[in-house]
Structure formats: structure tokens, C-alpha cells
């Protein structure tokens, strides 16, 4: 058994030292790649020394560290209007603030791999950052998910465009492509997503050892930045072995855990702390969360595979969660109520993301009358502070937790 | 014995008290303004001497509204979602869905036949669609907020609002009456805006007779009549119907005092 903390501290470590070595002396004189979290490419890019920077993450981190409000205020004063997404213009704002991020100071990008195409704005947004920073884009054109199941034409499609990518990394990087590396790498990330699924099932018990959203958030972390390293496989190693010892101890993120709930959609990270107090009153434990699989829907089976190295990046490109067909992705929300013994679900639509918030008010209509689950859909933003409207929420999720326990009491 | 009700509203304060059979003793209203615990208090005190009683005979006292933590003499506190739903099946039974538009928001709530919160959904960001629609649309034409809903019903050609915004309506307003349109047309079209987009919002808990409609605006003939009409159905609406989130607060009040169970948070009472 681990204290507890091990995985925190192993977590702080690694990256501190992903943060170090974007600095000037830490690059070493490798090459930046610039992508998006969701179905990105970098056991790719890896392979060819690239150091991997993903704007929304420095854009969540900045939202949690209060800077972003600042942030986007520079972008709106250069023009960009109130109804561009949050994360764009904390973006805009950093490279505005010479990219004096909480971490230090982010490199520019040699390389903008737009490797989600199916958001309008991660194209634009990537656009921008070739135009403001004179870099190339490569933008990966990934098919929309129509069933379960990828069709083959389309993982051949973004082959081939993967194909291209990696010449153009060899180019950028002077490092010729080895595929023996490639395989290797995504051994790694295989093997720190088989442990990720397994930490995500303890969720499945009484009381869950941990908040599969707001802890979740930060679980993910690793696999959404270090994916292919030893430290990320490390990381889940320990994440999986303390969650373990917490469920033996029956020990939960809440004191009684009253309501097991399901979250579609991003956290306000600029007000992350608070909006979580909201439903730990109430004894609510996030038990699975849609959120945390934006850096893969590894728990439904989308795992890389060193067997099939492109074919597999395909996959996993074609598979983020807001590529899903809308049907899919209720049909997900269902099994999580059914297979995480959920009591509801809570919807947070952000007002910025329109691939997480398009078809959440028909999700909660299809659940609440179709299935009969109790689902709550609350409003603001994942990265501007100003649309957190404190008195609003807490009147909803009061009223919602009011009336599931008033509805228990009276055995209906 | 006695119990009250406090909905404290962004820009009413309402107190309720029933007594031990759940009748309605006495009632209390006026403007919430500056301090929401001098409003509460003038509005109990008002209440107690109504009903001809002692402060010590009401045995449990439950806030609601905006105002509900700052209630100096509140046991304790549970939204106004709840407490609408419980007060709207008090006064009509048999209803099934709620339609309550207030000062700044509007709530579509689905109750069950025993007045408990089935689903509901709220006006986000935003007070198009609220009481604070027509006050702006009553101070852009000159009149009073009692007298757009009367002279509404005259319409003959009710205009068309297409303003979303509660600030821009004015504008639109403006420029309909610069073109020589009439008020009663103008004005019952800015009632049929507010009430299609209030059904929008009940479709999303969907609409199950009986409708009941709460709140202040609900003393506005004209927006009970452009609801009827959009909606293609009678609703209820009561003369108490501004007292609907204090009964129901005192509803719950009683059953408190009754020995039931808490299932709101009771920790949070602050002063």
C-alpha cells in the first residue's frame, strides 16, 4: 500500500520536468510540435524528437491559476469577439504576454498539428497561430464517427495523412522515421491506458475511492501529456495501486457519499474549486465522467496498439469523444448510469465548447423522459470566468439535490 | 400552532403563515429593496400581527427565494424550485406543471400528484423572458407595469417581437412605435414574445395538464392571456398566486414541525 500521496508527488515531478524541458536549455535544440488533446498524434512526433505543447492545456491550466481572465481580455482588445471559444483567446492572450505561462515560457511552435478537424475552431484557432507565428500547420482531416465501429476507408484515409505527417515531421526535425520507435512508444501508451481503465472502474464501488470528475480531471493529466513515456505508465502504475488501497478502505472523496452522479461535459476551471463544493455538500461523488476521456475513450476499448502502430493512431484519432456520433455518445452516458450504479447525471454546458455542448438539452430530455434518470443541465464556461454565475448554479443544483432527496424519502 | 413561509425574491418578499391544519392564516408583501433582512423581518412582523398571534406560537419557519440564507428568523432553507411546486399543488392539485416567471428568471417545473419536483429547468444567463422583459417594455412606452397587460388584450394585430435581449427590446419597441404602430399591438406582441419562450422552456420538461402559472407577472392579465393563447390550453392561475414559493415554503415549514425528515442542507444556514 502507497501513502496516498506518492501518485500526486510522481505526477508533480514528471511534469515539472515536461515544463523544463520546453525551456530554451531544456529543448536542447529539438523541434516543437503544437497539437489538441483529443486523438492526437504525438507517439508520432515523439518519434522524431518533438516536444509536444497543447494549447488547451495551458489554457486550463491558466483558468485554474486565474490568469485567464486577463488573458482574454487581451485577445477581445485585438478583436476577438465574446462568442470565441475561451481556451482560443487565453491562447491568443498568452502569445500576446509573451507566452509567460504559469510554468514559464512556452516555445513557439516549429509545427501546428491541427489533429482534430471535426472542431471548426481548433482549425481556426491553429490557423491563427500559423499566421501570428509564421509556422506550418498540417491539418489531419479526421471522418466523422457514423457507427460504433471506424470504417475502414476512413482509417486508410487518415493513414495515409499520417503517412504525410511523418515526413513532414522528418523534415521539420532532421530525425529520419523509425518505425521500430513508433511501436515502441506506443507500447507505453497501450500500457499506461490499460491502467488508466482499471483505475477508472474502482469507480464501480461502494463508496466510489475517488471523484471520477473532479478528481478524474487531474488523473488525466499524464495520458493527456506524457502519453508513449515510462514516467506516464509509472504514474497510472501508482494511481491504480493507491485507488486500490483507498476502495479496500472503503475511503471516498466525501465523507457519506449520498448521490453517484455521471458529468457530461468540461469544469469551469476558473472557478474548478468551488463549482466541486457545490455538489460535495450535497455528498455527490462523480463516478464516471464523460470529460475525462477527451484524451481518449481508452475504457471503451480505443486502446493504441503497437501490433497495428498507424492504424491504430487512426483509430484513436477518430474516436475523441466529441467525434462521436451524438447517438453514441447518449448511448455512453446510459451505460455509465447503469454500470457506475449512477443516481443521475449532471450535464455542464460551456458556453465555449459547442463540439461538447451541441446536443446536451436533447441528451437530457432523451434521459430524463425516455429513461426516467434524473438529470440536471447547468450553464457557464471552461475557460471564462466571467459567465460563472455563482447564485444561479447553487439555486439548480440545490433544487435538483433537494428534489432526489425529497423523492427518496418519499420511496419514489 | 403556526408555521411560516419566507420567499424572499430579487424584488419581492413574501411571508405566509399557516397554522397546525395548513390554512392560510395571514400574508405579507412588499418590495425586497436594499436589505434583504429589514424586508423579511417587516414582512414576518407584518404577517404575525395579521394573524393576530405571538412570534412564539410559529414553531418552524422555512426561507426561500434568492434572499433564503439571509433570513434572520428561518429554521432553515429550501429553493424555491421545491417550494413553487409544493405551493402550486396547494392551491390546484391537479397540477402537473408549473409555470413561474418572476423578477429575473423563469422556472418550467414538472410536479407529481403529490407536488414533488419531477424535473425543471431555468432561463440561463439571461432575463429575456422574465418580469424584467415587461418592466423594460412598460418604462420604453411610458406606462406603468399594472397598466401594458390591460391595454395588451385590445390588440387587434399583435406585432411581432423579435428581440431576444431585455435591453434591446427598448430600441425595437422604439422604432415600432415611431412607425406609427399601435401600443396595444406593440405591447401584446412583446406578452406573445415572453410567452413563447417561457413555453420553450416548459417543453423542455414537457407540459402535462394541469398548467399552473406563479409568480408576480402572473397578476398580468395580458401575459396569462398570451400564455392561454400560445399554449392553446386554460392555466390556473390563483390571486395568491405571488404567495405560491411562500406557501409552499410554509407547507414544508409544516411537516417539519409534523417530525419529518430534513432532505435540504441544513448546515448552511448564514446570517
Same mark, same amino acid.
Given at each position: 500500500?502507497?501513502?496516498?500521496?506518492?501518485?500526486?508527488?510522481?505526477?508533480?515531478? /514528471?511534469?515539472?520536468?515536461?515544463?523544463?524541458?520546453?525551456?530554451?536549455?531544456?529543448?536542447?535544440?529539438?523541434?516543437?510540435?503544437?497539437?489538441?488533446?483529443?486523438?492526437?498524434?504525438?507517439?508520432?512526433?515523439?518519434?522524431?524528437?518533438? /516536444?509536444?505543447?497543447?494549447?488547451?492545456?495551458?489554457?486550463?491550466?491558466?483558468?485554474?491559476?486565474?490568469?485567464?481572465?486577463?488573458?482574454?481580455?487581451?485577445?477581445?482588445?485585438?478583436?476577438?469577439?465574446?462568442?470565441?471559444?475561451?481556451?482560443?483567446?487565453?491562447?491568443?492572450?498568452?502569445?500576446?504576454?509573451?507566452?509567460?505561462?504559469?510554468?514559464?515560457?512556452?516555445?513557439?511552435?516549429?509545427?501546428?498539428?491541427?489533429?482534430?478537424?471535426?472542431?471548426?475552431?481548433?482549425?481556426?484557432?491553429?490557423?491563427?497561430?500559423?499566421?501570428?507565428?509564421?509556422?506550418?500547420?498540417?491539418?489531419?482531416?479526421?471522418?466523422?464517427?457514423?457507427?460504433?465501429?471506424?470504417?475502414?476507408?476512413?482509417?486508410?484515409?487518415?493513414?495515409?495523412?499520417?503517412?504525410?505527417?511523418?515526413?513532414?515531421?522528418?523534415?521539420?526535425?532532421?530525425?529520419?522515421?523509425?518505425?521500430?520507435?513508433?511501436?515502441?512508444?506506443?507500447?507505453?501508451?497501450?500500457?499506461?491506458?490499460?491502467?488508466?481503465?482499471?483505475?477508472?472502474?474502482?469507480?464501480?464501488?461502494?463508496?466510489?475511492?475517488?471523484?471520477?470528475?473532479?478528481?478524474?480531471?487531474?488523473?488525466?493529466?499524464?495520458?493527456?501529456?506524457?502519453?508513449?513515456?515510462?514516467?506516464?505508465?509509472?504514474?497510472?502504475?501508482?494511481?491504480?495501486?493507491?485507488?486500490?488501497?483507498?476502495?479496500?478502505?472503503?475511503?471516498?472523496?466525501?465523507?457519506?457519499?449520498?448521490?453517484?452522479?455521471?458529468?457530461?461535459?468540461?469544469?469551469?476551471?476558473?472557478?474548478?474549486?468551488?463549482?466541486?463544493?457545490?455538489?460535495?455538500?450535497?455528498?455527490?461523488?462523480?463516478?464516471?465522467?464523460?470529460?475525462?476521456?477527451?484524451?481518449?475513450?481508452?475504457?471503451?476499448?480505443?486502446?493504441?496498439?503497437?501490433?497495428?502502430?498507424?492504424?491504430?493512431?487512426?483509430?484513436?484519432?477518430?474516436?475523441?469523444?466529441?467525434?462521436?456520433?451524438?447517438?453514441?455518445?447518449?448511448?455512453?452516458?446510459?451505460?455509465?448510469?447503469?454500470?457506475?450504479?449512477?443516481?443521475?447525471?449532471?450535464?455542464?454546458?460551456?458556453?465555449?465548447?459547442?463540439?461538447?455542448?451541441?446536443?446536451?438539452?436533447?441528451?437530457?430530455?432523451?434521459?430524463?423522459?425516455?429513461?426516467?434518470?434524473?438529470?440536471?443541465?447547468?450553464?457557464?464556461?471552461?475557460?471564462?470566468?466571467?459567465?460563472?454565475?455563482?447564485?444561479?448554479?447553487?439555486?439548480?443544483?440545490?433544487?435538483?439535490?433537494?428534489?432526489?432527496?425529497?423523492?427518496?424519502?418519499?420511496?419514489? | 400552532?403556526?408555521?411560516?413561509?419566507?420567499?424572499?425574491?430579487?424584488?419581492?418578499?413574501?411571508?405566509?403563515?399557516?397554522?397546525?391544519?395548513?390554512?392560510?392564516?395571514?400574508?405579507?408583501?412588499?418590495?425586497?429593496?436594499?436589505?434583504?433582512?429589514?424586508?423579511?423581518?417587516?414582512?414576518?412582523?407584518?404577517?404575525?400581527?395579521?394573524?393576530?398571534?405571538?412570534?412564539?406560537?410559529?414553531?418552524?419557519?422555512?426561507?426561500?427565494?434568492?434572499?433564503?440564507?439571509?433570513?434572520?428568523?428561518?429554521?432553515?432553507?429550501?429553493?424555491?424550485?421545491?417550494?413553487?411546486?409544493?405551493?402550486?399543488?396547494?392551491?390546484?392539485?391537479?397540477?402537473?406543471?408549473?409555470?413561474?416567471?418572476?423578477?429575473?428568471?423563469?422556472?418550467?417545473?414538472?410536479?407529481?400528484?403529490?407536488?414533488?419536483?419531477?424535473?425543471?429547468?431555468?432561463?440561463?444567463?439571461?432575463?429575456?423572458?422574465?418580469?424584467?422583459?415587461?418592466?423594460?417594455?412598460?418604462?420604453?412606452?411610458?406606462?406603468?407595469?399594472?397598466?401594458?397587460?390591460?391595454?395588451?388584450?385590445?390588440?387587434?394585430?399583435?406585432?411581432?417581437?423579435?428581440?431576444?435581449?431585455?435591453?434591446?427590446?427598448?430600441?425595437?419597441?422604439?422604432?415600432?412605435?415611431?412607425?406609427?404602430?399601435?401600443?396595444?399591438?406593440?405591447?401584446?406582441?412583446?406578452?406573445?414574445?415572453?410567452?413563447?419562450?417561457?413555453?420553450?422552456?416548459?417543453?423542455?420538461?414537457?407540459?402535462?395538464?394541469?398548467?399552473?402559472?406563479?409568480?408576480?407577472?402572473?397578476?398580468?392579465?395580458?401575459?396569462?392571456?398570451?400564455?392561454?393563447?400560445?399554449?392553446?390550453?386554460?392555466?390556473?392561475?390563483?390571486?395568491?398566486?405571488?404567495?405560491?414559493?411562500?406557501?409552499?415554503?410554509?407547507?414544508?415549514?409544516?411537516?417539519?414541525?409534523?417530525?419529518?425528515?430534513?432532505?435540504?442542507?441544513?448546515?448552511?444556514?448564514?446570517?
Amino acid at each position: 500500500m502507497t501513502d496516498g500521496d506518492a501518485g500526486k508527488d510522481l505526477q508533480r515531478r /514528471l511534469l515539472s520536468e515536461y515544463y523544463g524541458s520546453l525551456s530554451d536549455e531544456g529543448r536542447n535544440g529539438r523541434k516543437v510540435a503544437y497539437m489538441f488533446v483529443p486523438g492526437n498524434v504525438v507517439e508520432l512526433t515523439r518519434c522524431f524528437d518533438m /516536444l509536444p505543447v497543447y494549447p488547451e492545456i495551458n489554457a486550463l491550466q491558466c483558468g485554474i491559476k486565474k490568469m485567464a481572465g486577463d488573458l482574454i481580455l487581451r485577445a477581445e482588445n485585438l478583436g476577438y469577439s465574446s462568442d470565441v471559444c475561451g481556451y482560443v483567446k487565453n491562447d491568443i492572450g498568452l502569445m500576446l504576454s509573451d507566452r509567460k505561462s504559469p510554468f514559464g515560457v512556452l516555445p513557439k511552435p516549429d509545427l501546428l498539428v491541427c489533429n482534430y478537424s471535426g472542431c471548426n475552431t481548433f482549425v481556426k484557432w491553429f490557423e491563427a497561430l500559423a499566421h501570428f507565428y509564421d509556422a506550418e500547420l498540417f491539418v489531419l482531416d479526421i471522418p466523422y464517427l457514423r457507427e460504433r465501429e471506424a470504417a475502414k476507408e476512413d482509417v486508410d484515409y487518415i493513414v495515409a495523412q499520417l503517412e504525410e505527417l511523418a515526413t513532414v515531421c522528418a523534415r521539420i526535425s532532421g530525425v529520419p522515421f523509425d518505425r521500430g520507435r513508433l511501436r515502441r512508444t506506443l507500447e507505453l501508451s497501450m500500457e499506461a491506458e490499460r491502467l488508466w481503465v482499471e483505475a477508472l472502474k474502482t469507480a464501480q464501488s461502494h463508496p466510489s475511492p475517488y471523484d471520477a470528475y473532479f478528481e478524474a480531471v487531474f488523473y488525466m493529466a499524464p495520458l493527456n501529456i506524457l502519453r508513449g513515456t515510462e514516467g506516464c505508465v509509472e504514474y497510472y502504475r501508482l494511481l491504480l495501486e493507491e485507488l486500490r488501497a483507498r476502495q479496500k478502505e472503503r475511503r471516498g472523496p466525501v465523507p457519506e457519499e449520498k448521490f453517484r452522479v455521471v458529468f457530461e461535459g468540461p469544469p469551469p476551471w476558473p472557478h474548478f474549486r468551488s463549482f466541486w463544493e457545490l455538489f460535495k455538500r450535497w455528498g455527490v461523488c462523480g463516478v464516471a465522467s464523460t470529460y475525462s476521456k477527451v484524451g481518449g475513450l481508452f475504457d471503451q476499448g480505443i486502446l493504441h496498439d503497437p501490433a497495428q502502430p498507424l492504424e491504430s493512431i487512426a483509430r484513436y484519432a477518430m474516436n475523441c469523444y466529441t467525434n462521436w456520433n451524438l447517438g453514441l455518445r447518449l448511448d455512453l452516458l446510459r451505460r455509465y448510469v447503469k454500470e457506475y450504479e449512477a443516481d443521475a447525471v449532471v450535464i455542464h454546458s460551456t458556453k465555449s465548447c459547442r463540439s461538447f455542448s451541441v446536443g446536451q438539452a436533447d441528451f437530457r430530455e432523451v434521459l430524463v423522459k425516455n429513461d426516467g434518470i434524473p438529470t440536471l443541465m447547468v450553464e457557464s464556461d471552461l475557460a471564462d470566468p466571467r459567465y460563472y454565475s455563482e447564485a444561479q448554479l447553487k439555486n439548480r443544483i440545490d433544487a435538483f439535490f433537494e428534489s432526489l432527496s425529497h423523492r427518496r424519502l418519499l420511496g419514489g | 400552532m403556526y408555521v411560516a413561509g419566507a420567499d424572499i425574491g430579487s424584488t419581492t418578499a413574501k411571508v405566509v403563515i399557516l397554522d397546525g391544519e395548513g390554512k392560510i392564516a395571514a400574508t405579507s408583501l412588499g418590495p425586497t429593496g436594499a436589505s434583504i433582512v429589514e424586508a423579511a423581518q417587516r414582512r414576518f412582523k407584518e404577517a404575525i400581527e395579521a394573524a393576530k398571534i405571538d412570534e412564539h406560537e410559529v414553531e418552524f419557519v422555512v426561507g426561500t427565494g434568492y434572499g433564503r440564507f439571509k433570513i434572520p428568523f428561518g429554521h432553515t432553507q429550501i429553493t424555491e424550485i421545491s417550494c413553487h411546486a409544493k405551493g402550486a399543488h396547494y392551491l390546484f392539485p391537479g397540477t402537473r406543471t408549473i409555470v413561474d416567471i418572476g423578477g429575473q428568471d423563469t422556472k418550467a417545473i414538472g410536479a407529481d400528484e403529490r407536488g414533488e419536483v419531477t424535473d425543471f429547468c431555468m432561463n440561463d444567463k439571461c432575463a429575456a423572458g422574465t418580469g424584467r422583459f415587461l418592466d423594460n417594455a412598460a418604462l420604453a412606452v411610458g406606462l406603468s407595469i399594472d397598466e401594458i397587460g390591460p391595454i395588451s388584450l385590445k390588440a387587434a394585430k399583435p406585432l411581432r417581437i423579435t428581440n431576444v435581449c431585455t435591453v434591446f427590446v427598448e430600441s425595437e419597441i422604439m422604432s415600432h412605435m415611431a412607425r406609427g404602430e399601435k401600443i396595444e399591438d406593440v405591447l401584446r406582441g412583446v406578452h406573445n414574445a415572453i410567452a413563447i419562450r417561457s413555453i420553450a422552456l416548459m417543453r423542455r420538461v414537457g407540459i402535462t395538464p394541469e398548467v399552473t402559472f406563479t409568480g408576480g407577472v402572473s397578476r398580468n392579465v395580458g401575459m396569462v392571456q398570451a400564455l392561454e393563447g400560445q399554449l392553446g390550453t386554460k392555466v390556473n392561475v390563483s390571486p395568491l398566486s405571488q404567495y405560491v414559493g411562500a406557501i409552499g415554503a410554509a407547507l414544508y415549514a409544516l411537516e417539519r414541525a409534523r417530525g419529518a425528515p430534513p432532505t435540504e442542507l441544513v448546515a448552511e444556514a448564514s446570517g
